[in-house]
């Protein structure tokens, strides 16, 4: 019998893929640059879709575990839920505890979310920097983010659910939680020091292009939005689907951050993976209309650093943190506040122009 996990989960798959389908399928079907209106609209659906899937877990949460006793409730509670580190429910009271449960974990969600959203505001500044660096025409920026993002769903669900098996192994789970942490507090720290120079990628000695390279039969220039061609009866590789690899290549990269910080919002793979594929798809959308502001928000990735520092240092200290009754929900006032902060520095003091860009602005006018 297929468990309600898997039903859960398979219509939450289906409906994406369908969504992704309707944009590029149905409303798309020529490779076009995207206007500010679309990518507007989109990020709009899928912030709103978003949303609605929140209520669903607020209110029929349950339901994706198959939880329809107090016994089935506990379960899940001492397997994923950090309601078994929170003070003890009413064990007599099903439905006050139940409603309890789809409150923490919806609100997990939403945390999860809005921490995975901003977290992978970084990886448009990278991608930006790939399309510039290959030459990227303009009106294929959405084919790649599109297979981009299918591919990114597969590479998340293994790295997510390898997670969720090593954090509740036995031997393994003790100290794996603290292992994310640390790394976590090591990524934050460096990309607080780290300086983000924008210089180009070296097209040439990127491992991803060396790499396809070596295996691979490469066609030396873009044949439109194809992937590949055909030629003297060899299938060949054209520099689109290299770029894609690449976004893929970094796609990962980025995930080996991301993926534990939210875990150190819950434990529940189902909701780590829920909240990762929102964001991821609501941020592709987004990238059309955010590469053009995004120079505006200079202390972003300052803000970000001292995300991962937080999650890395909660995590670190779960077990403090909850004997002095630090509750899930604090975690989304503290992102929101260091967002909020980064944000609003970015505006109050904006960054000076270099000496190379007032000439330039100096000489078109």
Do not use: C
């Amino acid at each position: 019998m297929i468990s309600n996990e898997v039903l859960f989960f398979a219509a939450f798959i289906v409906f994406i893929l369908g969504m992704l389908m309707l944009d590029l399928g149905v409303f798309n079907k020529k490779s076009h640059i995207v206007s500010f209106r679309e990518a507007t609209i989109w990020s709009v659906t899928w912030v709103t879709v978003a949303i609605i899937f929140y209520l669903i877990i607020r209110n029929y949460g349950h339901v994706m575990h198959g939880i329809e006793n107090q016994a089935q409730l506990n379960d899940v509670i001492s397997k994923y839920s950090s309601l078994k580190e929170a003070p003890p429910s009413d064990p007599k009271n099903y439905e006050q505890n139940l409603d309890n449960y789809r409150r923490v974990i919806a609100l997990e969600f939403l945390t999860g979310y809005l921490l995975e959203y901003s977290l992978s505001v970084d990886n448009i500044f990278v991608i930006i920097l790939i399309f510039v660096s290959f030459k990227v025409r303009e009106q294929y920026y959405k084919k790649i983010l599109f297979w981009g993002i299918l591919g990114a769903i597969v590479m998340r669900f293994l790295f997510i659910f390898l997670g969720s098996a090593l954090i509740q192994n036995e031997v393994v789970g003790k100290w794996i939680f603290y292992l994310f942490g640390g790394f976590l507090l090591y990524s934050g720290i460096k990309m607080f020091f780290d300086k983000d120079d924008g210089e180009a990628i070296d097209t040439q000695k990127h491992p991803i292009v060396r790499l396809a390279s070596r295996y691979f039969s490469v066609f030396p220039r873009y044949v439109g939005d194809r992937f590949f061609i055909q030629r003297y009866g060899r299938i060949q590789i054209t520099p689109l689907f290299v770029v894609l690899l690449i976004v893929e290549f970094t796609d990962l990269i980025f995930a080996v951050d991301s993926v534990p910080a939210v875990f150190g919002v819950t434990k529940d793979p189902y909701i780590v993976f829920f909240s990762n594929i929102f964001a991821i798809l609501g941020l592709r959308s987004m990238f059309f209309f955010l590469s053009n502001i995004m120079h505006m928000f200079h202390y972003l990735k300052l803000g970000l650093a001292f995300l991962l520092i937080f999650i890395g240092a909660k995590m670190l200290l779960h077990k403090w943190l909850h004997s002095i009754g630090f509750e899930n929900h604090y975690s989304l006032f503290v992102i929101i506040f260091i967002l909020g902060s980064s944000i609003g520095a970015s505006l109050a003091f904006p960054a000076k122009k270099k000496e190379g860009e007032e000439t330039k602005e100096q000489a078109s006018v």
